[in-house]
């Protein structure tokens, strides 16, 4: 029987307090300083809107290899730092979580992780989510990540999730067996020369994704030209709520949601999850043992 959920769809009953969410779209570009200032920028604006935390996209501070930076053969990685520390005291100051798409370094001879820092508004990173499922492409540039990454925020589940993540249902679906209920997932499908099946595949995974998890999906991307989809929030009865295209800008959601929507009779499906498997894998490729990618609370650089 298809259930119908009038209240928060799943989130007002079971929570406490309440979260405002900003989730931000800007043209990410090579230059770490330029990439920095749309970040503080949107913390401030998204401050003064009085959110609790602000979402970023996929390496929405370092740039994307190859398209942004050629590699990270000789990378800058003191300037990462410096600019990372200095949005960890914006947070502070303006009493505000961060989620924060970059590069963590590791090792000379290994690769980065493609990253999202969950800075809280102490100004602290407090856990760093690392891609797990790498295209073919991003393995040349990072090494997977295999670890899930939950934080409560006045008393929301969240996780978090990068990019080519929403091609694998399995990455939904052990954060479901985790009680998460609202999925920050950060993505970079932009700087294309034109139209891809990108345009159309990832937004259709976004609301099934949220659809068939009862979550909500806060999903955004660069605005670069030409950006294959524009940021955008799924509820958990897979509606859709979106920016305009390659317009930086912030979109914004509290929870509890208990908008009823008035277009259509809304309706949520899919309360029985998929079991976990015992031996289900989390990654492409080979995870990284190093001390420097096992502490998920560390600074961008040693």
Request: aromatic share 12%.
């Amino acid at each position: 029987m298809l259930s119908i959920l009038l209240s928060g769809f799943g989130l007002g009953n079971l929570q406490v307090g309440k979260l405002k969410v900003a989730t931000c779209q800007f043209p990410v570009s090579g230059d770490v300083h330029k990439n920095a200032t749309f970040i503080k920028d949107f913390i401030k604006e998204a401050a003064a809107q009085k959110a609790d935390i602000v979402h970023f996209s996929e390496a929405s501070l370092t740039g994307y290899p190859p398209v942004d930076i050629t590699s990270f053969d000789n990378y800058n990685w003191d300037a990462l730092n410096a600019e990372t520390k200095e949005i960890m005291i914006l947070a502070k100051q303006y009493n505000i979580w961060v989620v924060l798409g970059s590069a963590h370094y590791i090792d000379v001879n290994v690769k980065p992780t493609n990253c999202l820092y969950i800075i809280s508004n102490k100004g602290e990173i407090v856990d760093r989510y690392d891609k797990s499922m790498l295209t073919d492409g991003d393995l040349k540039f990072y090494t997977p990540g295999n670890h899930t990454s939950t934080i409560n925020i006045n008393g929301f589940e969240c996780g978090f999730l990068i990019c080519y993540d929403s091609c694998f249902p399995e990455m939904y679906n052990i954060y479901r067996h985790k009680g998460v209920k609202i999925v920050f997932h950060s993505f970079y499908n932009a700087r294309h020369p034109g139209r891809t099946i990108l345009d159309d595949i990832i937004p259709a995974e976004i609301r099934v994704r949220a659809s068939d998890n009862l979550m909500w999906v806060i999903a955004n991307n660069s605005s670069g030209d030409y950006s294959s989809w524009a940021s955008c929030i799924a509820r958990p009865d897979g509606s859709i709520e979106t920016l305009e295209r390659g317009v930086p800008g912030i979109l914004y959601r509290e929870f509890p949601d208990d908008k009823i929507m008035k277009d259509f009779p809304s309706w949520t499906h899919n309360n029985k999850p998929m079991k976990l498997p015992a031996q289900e894998v989390y990654h492409n490729g080979t995870p990284s043992k190093h001390p420097r990618a096992l502490n998920t609370k560390s600074l961008p650089f040693k």
